[in-house]
């Protein structure tokens, strides 16, 4: 079972939990051969790694018998997922390894997770083959489903085609199993094409239930990882810190140098704190494999904690710009990402917790930038004003402001992203005049700006609604801010500092009720749940019955029952497809307070 705990737009910080272990991911699954485990077996578990991958064909072939457990054998407690022989073919040709004996065999040496004998789609094969090979991929799932109701993992084939990977995201999506890696990728690492397996990924995703875990089979390199998980992926396995280790390669977070070329000191690096680059070359052939390797694992693992550290901080979007601008192959491959805005945007928030930085052109591509602008729409020209936000630096309360975003109602200027974005030869000052939001021209500037940003965001105006003449403002004494907005006298929002955004207080959330038409702004809950919801408990997914389309991550939404009665209010985390397709973890945030009915 899987659930969300953090997220930034795709991405995301998800605990899994298979045969009673539990494991957060994003996650590596470090590439163990099954009979040589030494000195890798020590070092995954110092690192404290949650589990491995490693290959049931080869077991099989070097004699492990079914009865016994592939845990003892690896000496690892943790979540040992099995491959099923299918890379070996891709490698090597044909071998003989049938779907249901392979798996039978995995659920015999207690593998927690299963992998069926897919048919690998080869970058040369014939579309025609591919959709042969998909059809009976499906096939070969659901008799391995069917056959031991064991924890299966279903590999999405389909080449380079992505009509065919769509269709094989859907036949086997239509599967009972949470987990899907993404396979035939290898190939396309291989030639740097990461533009196809991020092609692939999305269209895999797309046609997949969001709850399913994302495993991308065999993406090893770190220097590729932040786009990997900023796609969202969950689960990735490698064999490259072994791999490259052979050949003398070091890796590092941005790509790979090799040992000879290192003339000074080694990247820093525990496994290197006893050798200069002289002397890790004069060692052994064996020695110098296993010390580069160790440090090569290490250097991913690092990169993984730094990921998650980035989701958590909700800076995936400025980190993987950054890291891709490292390889123009990864940039290709950022752009390759924007092509699918239709998908990602779903799941993006209206805003961040940490600014926009400004690293080049795909800046403006990212889907929330992209959506902000198809949501403010074309306006006239405006002045430009050098310093943010806006509004302090005007004399007068102009209509409109050239942003980096296009020409903005001045109006938004504390909304994320005008406010909350850095670009070059932009600069912020502490210097404030907030005396002058006294003055009548700019007292009614703020009773627009509540307007405008309440339109913005719930896509209404307030004042359509509610009198303006009966709306008070409450303001920041320091910054002259908007704190909170009353009508007649009863607090209906609260605009955060932080993004320059509502959050709903009860009025608020009597507002929206009454005056959008289901399903607006809303998540239906099942009757099971109503009291605790009253109680001001969090909506766990699992009983969410409906929700708005719109709903985006991170919105303000109002909490209702079947007959459309309010319940309560709060923050979701997840969007509509999520709450309904996740079946563990928290939906919406309730922020329900326990005066706020009476
Ligand atoms: N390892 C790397 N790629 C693949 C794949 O496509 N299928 C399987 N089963 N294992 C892989």
Redesign the pocket.
Known sequence: MFQILHRDGLSRIGELEIKNKKIVTPVLLPVLHPFKTDPWISAIKQMKLGGVITNSYILKKGGFQKGKDIHDLLDFGGIVMT?????QE?MYGELNAANLEMVKYQAGINSDII????I??EMDHSKGKIEEDIKENYNRGREAIAETGEYI?L?I?GGIYPDLRQESARLMGSLDSEYF?I????PFMERYMYSMVLESILNSKRNLRSSGVIHA??AGHPMFFPLLFLVGVDVI?SSAYIKYARDGRILTETGTVELKSYTEELPPSPYFDKYTAKELSSLGKDEQTEVIGLHNLYVSVKELENIRQQIRSENMWNYAEYRAHSHPLLLEALRKVHEFYDYTEKFEPLSRRTPIFYSGEETLDRPNIKRFISRIGENPTGIKVDKKPYSYYVDTPVDYVQSQFGVVSLLLDETYPVAQSLFPGEYYDSYKDVSKFDKPEWQEFLLNKVDYIFNYQFGKKLYSMVDKRGITLQRSKNTGKIRNVYSGGKQILSLRASDGLFSLNYEGAVLIHSNFEYPAHRVVIDPEVTEFIREGRNVFAKFVEEADPGIRPHDEVVIVDRDDKLLSYGRVILNRQEMIEFRKGIAVKNRLKSDDSS
């Open positions: 491959d099923s022989g299918t890379f891709h992998t069926i004998r897919d690998f789609s993992a590999p084939q890696p396979g035939g990728i290898v089979f065999g396995d």
